[in-house]
């Protein structure tokens, strides 16, 4: 039996996002998703996100603004206003240790994720940092996705899978690829796989600086 971890970025979305909790909630898995702060402006999307938690999903913050990747600016208050900003929207749905996932150009792990300033708003701020291992471009290939997602999976020990709980038709192939999942003998879990989270509590515990800008 391998363990799979699934996690859904960018939303909450008011089509998408319950239709996935409910196709998790069939098949009895629970997940992270790490949700653009300024979507919970909309108490609608907000809800959504108290849903999740309800059900056992944690959230996480993915930024406030989802404006670009960290390690791409060099304004001093970035990392406050998109950590920061989307943290305090978070509020009482968060995990003890805020959960933060930067946005990644198009999903590459390189030296744009951080600028220091940001890994050290992270640091000072208790934050575990979840990265990922397996981006199926669900985004790029709402229909074809499904095929790549499970060849991803064979590939690593510990699949970190991200998808996106965001209105392009993809997550329609969602309850396919859980039952996929199944056939192949990979279990879900909640836990991450250690070597994709760097950071955990504000505590370096692996590589980080191969992701922040020089
Ligand atoms: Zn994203």
């Known amino acids: 039996m391998k363990k799979v971890t699934l996690s859904f970025d960018n939303g909450p979305d008011p089509d998408t996002t319950p239709q996935v909790l409910d196709v998790l909630a069939r098949h009895g898995l629970r997940t992270t998703f790490f949700v653009v702060g300024e979507r919970l402006r909309d108490p609608g999307r907000r809800a959504l996100c108290a849903r999740a938690r309800a ?22 208050d970035l990392p406050a206003w998109e950590i920061g900003k989307a943290q305090d929207l978070i509020g009482t749905l968060s995990e003890p240790a805020p959960l933060f996932r930067p946005s990644g150009a198009l999903g590459a792990l390189n030296d744009t994720l951080f600028s220091r300033r940001a890994l ?18 669900d985004w790029d290939d709402p229909r074809g996705w499904v095929g790549r997602a499970l060849d991803l999976c064979e590939r690593q020990s510990w699949p970190l899978v991200v ?9 329609d192939s969602l309850d396919r690829f859980l039952d996929e999942l199944a056939q192949r003998d ?14 955990v509590g504000g505590r370096i515990v692996g590589p980080v600086e191969r992701y922040v800008a020089a």
Do not use: K
């Open 55 to 76: 059900e056992g999903h944690r959230i996480g913050n993915h930024t406030y603004g989802h404006i670009m990747p960290l390690g791409m600016s060099a304004n001093p």
């Open 120 to 137: 050290d708003y992270l640091v000072a701020g208790g934050y575990t940092c979840v990265l990922w291992n397996a981006v199926p471009r």
């Open 163 to 171: 998808l996106h709980d965001i209105d392009t038709g993809a997550m």
């Open 186 to 199: 990979m279990t879900v879990v909640q836990e991450f796989p250690p070597d994709c989270v760097p950071i």
